[in-house]
Nanobody
Framework: QLQLVESGGGLVQPGGSLRLSCAAS????????IGWFRQAPGKEREGVSC????????NYALSVKGRFTTSRDNAKNTVYLQLNSLKPEDTAVYYC????????????????WGQGTQVTVSS
């Protein structure tokens, strides 16, 4: 069964940090770009970051640039999203997705999606 599983979400205070993981099973991530998306209650899903299959290229939404960092360890078949300096407006369900080529923030270009992990930033 081909699937992506996110983990690492939780409740954190403003200014805190979390590291999200996206692990693949049933297929290798080596040939896929990985995007991170988030969806807050009552809002549309938005792209947060994207990393190329090799890890040599990344892109970030302006709202998270300088605070979030995506990386990957293909040997572990896992991609990460480091969230620093978290703000209440970062509260959302975070999803990872795998797509070929360079899908960027076009969600329809992604082939596989995880179930999401909740991130809540609150004091």
């Amino acid at each position: 069964q081909l699937q992506l599983v996110e983990s690492g979400g939780g409740l954190v205070q403003p200014g805190g940090s979390l590291r999200l993981s996206c692990a693949a099973s049933g297929f290798t991530l080596d040939y896929y770009a990985i995007g991170w998306f988030r969806q807050a209650p009552g809002k549309e899903r938005e792209g947060v970051s994207c990393i190329s299959s090799s890890g040599s290229s990344t892109n970030y939404a302006l709202s998270v640039k300088g605070r979030f960092t995506t990386s990957r360890d293909n040997a572990k078949n896992t991609v990460y999203l480091q969230l620093n300096s978290l703000k209440p407006e970062d509260t959302a369900v975070y999803y990872c997705a795998a797509g070929v080529g360079w899908p960027g923030f076009e969600s329809r270009e992604y082939d596989y999606w995880g179930q999401g992990t909740q991130v809540t930033v609150s004091s």
